[in-house]
């Protein structure tokens, strides 16, 4: 029976002189959405019931992490920090999320994996759900009609507000992916939020012209009115983006040029839209069944890269933007047997270890040994000091972003000596070592229960469920980890460097009492 904590040293013959690697292998990095760390079979074997065989693949062809950890417990913080390797409280966004129709989250000038790669000769496409903002050419004072008010929903959209989703929708969007690094981009932004259409790099495909009906509004689907094409419905949108990331890689593997393909998937986020296919197969509800219908998407990307002969080449990154939602019945799942969050306490929102502790697995043949698992601490922002250090770029912008290079050669040393992670409210949770500070009371998701008064602190090492806060017993530990987090907020940085400055002001201390 695997561990889900347990590090197994590889070999050392396995080691692959760096020399050796391929100087630009293609990088696939898969984002599933709300998957929780205890959703992966492998992670999870004692408390997982959910089937989900290709993921489980990427860990046994290549490496596991046990304790990788993302920027935020919920969704586009999480993916500012993985495509820039800067921590999202750097930014304007404090708490939450972006909202409908927000503008972009990633400045122009900001570097991200894609722009890196890009500069590098690589071909770089995003397929799935961006929730990093745009430029919507939305007339000021005209966003009440693009759906924030429910009751429009019963009433057929009027001859204005028909016109002025054609003339919108008619426009290029502006600053979008394709202006973030990406070459390409295709997908639905955010799945349950208008528009309810797909976008292919700056236009809609199509144009909305009516509002998407109630039924589609109904529990676990779309969760904001607004403008739809017409006939939309939720449950293509997952088999599209596998068919578009299909295509992107048969086409780039008839290329010399090397490639990066982004497919931040849909799911098994809400909408909760299962495939006939699909329902009724993990016998645990829908939400499991869409799991396993994510899983099966995974198998037909591993399939893409056997058939094209690219696999042997391709870096895979499988990860989750956060913890498993609330939105899942967690409780149903739990009286089946099925523990989302594995041994993990709280969920998606917390800043407990089930928000933001993920599934991250590494597959890279001729590099990373076969059935590795590190326990050391990793992070989301180390994507980019790791791709650098692969491409030999010597000029690593990135201000938090630590190269797990050596962890996937094989060595066991930390890469990173802290990290820092959010709840949905801003509520901030510093690690070093197996030491955890959560600088304030509770969870800071929707998760309810801990010491309503305090910080916590919690030791990882000998309480992974965090059920003994132990801030009165170690002021020591207590004071050094402040004193650290005020040194990595005041710097602008968690890098070795100059200082560099925050976008705003960050009050990291707004929760404690």
């Not at 993921?55 to 920027?71: K, L, N, P, V």
């Not at 122009?108 to 799935?128: D, P, S």
């Not at 076969?370 to 992070?379: E, K």
Request: charged share 20%; proline share 9%; glycine share 10%.
């Amino acid at each position: 029976m695997r561990s889900t904590l347990r590090f197994i040293v590889p070999s050392l013959a396995w080691i692959v002189p760096f020399s050796t690697m391929a100087a630009k292998p293609n990088i696939v990095l898969i984002l599933a959405d709300d998957l929780g760390y205890g959703d992966v079979q492998i992670n999870n074997p004692e408390r997982g019931k959910i089937p989900t065989p290709h993921m489980d693949r990427i860990a046994e062809e290549g490496m596991r992490f046990t304790d990788a950890h993302s920027s935020s417990a919920v969704c586009s913080p999480s993916r500012y920090t993985l495509l820039t390797g800067r921590y999202h409280w750097r930014t304007r966004l404090q708490n939450g999320i972006v909202g409908v129709f927000g503008p972009p989250l990633i400045a122009a000038e900001r570097r991200t994996v894609a722009g890196l790669l890009k500069g590098h000769g690589y071909r770089t496409a995003a397929i799935g759900k961006w929730h990093l903002g745009w430029d919507w050419p939305i007339p000021k004072g005209e966003m009440a009609r693009f759906g924030p008010n429910q009751q429009h929903q019963h009433r057929p959209a009027d001859p204005k507000t028909v016109a002025l989703w054609a003339e919108v929708f008619s426009k290029p969007i502006a600053n979008g992916p394709t202006t973030r690094g990406f070459d390409t981009y295709f997908g639905t932004d955010v799945p349950n939020w208008p528009p309810f259409c797909f976008i292919e790099n700056d236009r809609t495909v199509g144009i909305p012209s009516e509002w998407l009906p109630a039924s589609l509004l109904t529990k676990n689907l779309a969760s904001r009115p607004g403008p739809a094409l017409p006939g939309w419905k939720l449950e293509p949108i997952l088999p599209a983006l596998g068919e578009r990331a299909v295509g992107f890689i048969r086409e780039s593997a008839r290329k010399k040029q090397p490639f990066f393909l982004y497919l931040p998937l849909t799911s098994p986020h809400t909408p909760i839209s299962v495939n006939d296919e699909w329902k009724g197969r993990s016998g645990l509800g829908p939400y499991a069944d869409f799991v396993m219908e994510t899983d099966a998407l995974v198998g037909r990307i591993l399939a893409a890269l056997d058939q094209s002969g690219a696999a042997n080449e391709t870096l895979v990154v499988l990860t989750s933007d956060n913890g498993c939602s609330p939105l899942a019945d967690i409780p149903a799942l739990q009286a089946k047997g099925h523990f989302p969050s594995g041994p993990l306490r709280g969920t998606k929102f917390d800043a407990w270890e089930g928000g933001h502790r993920v599934p991250f697995f590494v597959r890279w043949p001729g590099v990373v040994k076969p059935g590795g698992v590190s326990s050391q601490l990793v992070h989301h922002a180390d994507l980019m000091a790791t791709v650098t250090e692969i491409l030999g770029d010597e000029s690593n912008p990135a201000e938090d972003s630590f190269s797990l290079l050596p962890l996937l050669r094989g060595t066991d040393s930390p890469v990173r000596e802290h990290a820092i992670s959010q709840s949905a409210n801003g509520l901030s949770a510093l690690r070093q070592g197996p030491w955890k500070l959560i600088f304030g009371p509770g969870s800071g998701g929707q998760s309810k229960g801990g010491d309503a008064m305090k910080a916590q602190l919690y030791h990882l090492g000998e309480d992974l469920a965090e059920s003994r806060n132990l801030h009165d017993e170690k002021p020591e530990v207590v004071t050094r980890m402040t004193d650290l987090m005020e040194k990595l907020v005041r710097n602008g940085r968690s890098t070795p460097g100059e200082p560099r400055k925050n976008d705003v002001e960050v009050n990291w201390r707004k929760f404690m009492k």
